[in-house]
């Protein structure tokens, strides 16, 4: 997602809701209270976008899944927020003509520079309260790495890095995609660029 750009009032979801079913043009988010206005991405973050959607329509193919791409509204009731995830998968009774929704298996975020603290801090803080929500997948644009958070036993979330070469494991719709397939065209190498530093990485994640 583009870069946002958050308001400074309080706003209530019934007016956001308002403002957005109002609006032709701009898109927002809302984090309990606040709206956060959104802008356009760059073509590498929508190809990445675009090639994850491809991937995960072939994996829940013939299955009740559905996989929807940017402009779906998803609902965390139990943080007061509504968010446009870049890529999801919903298992649930949605139909096409339902305006957002409120479950989702499985979340992606493409990142960015503006919004890598945010897609991994409050975004995941809320997200992670979705009781339907099995994994949530963060993609990276300075390398190939992919970060996936699955949930676990007692509200533990278990953390898995995935990188250049391998294959991204989604128990959560018992299928796979290679990472290749992912930053297909995208222009992000395999490695991350000489000034970027790494930061140590565990396996386990504590909600």
Known sequence: MGLPQAQSHWVSPEDYLAQEEASLQEKSEYYDGEIVMMTGGTLGHNTIAGNCYVALRQQVAGSHCRVQINDVRLHV?????????????????????????????????????????VDRGRKFRA??????????????????????????????????????????????????????DIYADSGVPEQPPLWLVSEPQTNEYRA
């Open 77 to 117: 009731a139990a943080a007061n927020s509504y968010f446009y995830p870049d890529v999801l998968v919903h298992c649930g009774g949605a139909t096409a003509s339902d305006k957002g929704l409120s479950e989702a298996r499985l979340v992606i975020e493409v990142l960015s520079p503006s919004t890598s603290s």
């Open 127 to 180: 997200y992670r309260q979705l009781e339907s929500l099995l994994e949530y997948l963060i993609v990276d644009t300075e390398q190939q790495q992919i970060d996936v958070y699955r949930r676990a036993e007692a509200g533990d979330w278990l953390y898995h890095a995935y990188n250049a070469g391998e294959l991204v494991q989604l128990s959560g719709i018992a299928g796979s995609i290679a990472v290749a």
